[in-house]
C-alpha cells in the first residue's frame, strides 16, 4: 500500500454540484488507496455532509469499513425546525438552520446529532470547531466562557464513555489554539489547522509548532492547496475563504515563476511542503471527486529534489525554519514535468506507476 499522510477531508462536497454516487466513488478510493482517516464537520452543508459519509461507509466492505477512522467536530447544533437563514458557501445543504453552543450540553448534543447523521456510535476524533474571534466577533468571549466553564467536560465525558478516542481542536485559527493549549483545562490531544501552514502562510510555525511538540499534541494540517488559490486551477483567486489580496497574488506569481524553472506543479509543491514537514502527523485534504483525490495522492507520493526548496529559501518565498527533506525525487513516472515537455503516457498509466488503484 502507497505510504502517504493524506486524510480525506468531506467539506469539498457541500461547495459544488457534485452527484452523491460521485463522492461515494471518491471514498471507496481513498480507502483502496491506504487513506485511513476521513474527516466531517455539522457545519458543511447544515448536517448534509455527514449523511452522505454515512451512506457512504455503508457502501463499503466489511473489511473496508474496519480499516476506516471517522472524525468530525462539535460546537454547531443543526436545528431541523428551523429553516436556514443561509446555506453558508455549501451548495448542496440542507435547508435546516445552525447555531453555536459551546457548553457541556451542546457540545454532547453536538456530538448525539452526527451519531445519528452519520450512523455510528463512535468516532475517532472528535474536535471542538471554529471557537476563535474571526468567527464569532463580539460574541467571541461569551462562546469561550461557555466552553471554559464546562464544555471541555463533555470532551473527557466521552473519552470515558469510548465514543471518541481523540480530543482535538478544528481551527484556521493559531491564536484560539495557543490560548486553549494554554489554559490547561481542555486537554487537547490532536489540532486540526487550517490555512496556518503553506506556501502563503507560515503563521503557524513560530509558536505553535514548538508548543505542540513540548505539549506532545499531534498536528494535522487542513487546506494544503489554500481554499484553491494553490490548487492550481484556473481562475480560482480565493485563499482562506476569500479572494487574495495583491501581496499574495504576487508572492504566488514569484513562486510559479520558480515552479517553472524547476518542472514543478504548483499544487505538487503546496502538498509537499505540508507533507514533508515531520511534526505534521497528516494532511487533510478534500475532493470533490475521484481524479481530485488521484492527484493528490501523486502530488503526496512524489517527492521534490531539495534544490527546488532551496531556491524558495534564497528568494525569501518559504519560512526561514522550512525543514527540507534529504531525499531525491521518487523513480516513478513524473506528471510534473517541464511544460515544454510531451506527455508520453496515458493518465491511467501514470497513476499505475505511482501504484495507485484506479
Known sequence: MPRHKLVLGFAHWGSAEVPVLQMIDTVKLAVQNGIEEIDCAPHYGNGAQENVLGVALLCLSPEERARVKISTKAGRIIDPN?????????????????????????IEKSFSQSQLRMRLSNVHALYLHDIDKGTHGEKFTMHYESFIQNGYLAFAGLKDQKKIDIAGIGSNDVEICIKLIQDGRFKIDRIMLAGCYNLLSFTALDELFPLCKEKNIKLYIAAPYGGGLLSGQKNNHFFRYEKANQEQLEKLEKIKSICNQYGVELPHAAMQLVHMHPQVEKVVVGARTPDELRASLKYALEPISPKFWEALKQEGLIHASTLISSYECAPVMSIFAHADEKRKVSPQNEVENTGLKI
Open 82 to 106: 428551523k429553516p436556514s437563514e443561509s446555506s453558508n458557501g455549501f451548495t448542496n445543504a440542507s435547508d435546516f438552520s445552525q447555531f453555536f453552543d459551546y457548553s457541556k450540553d451542546g
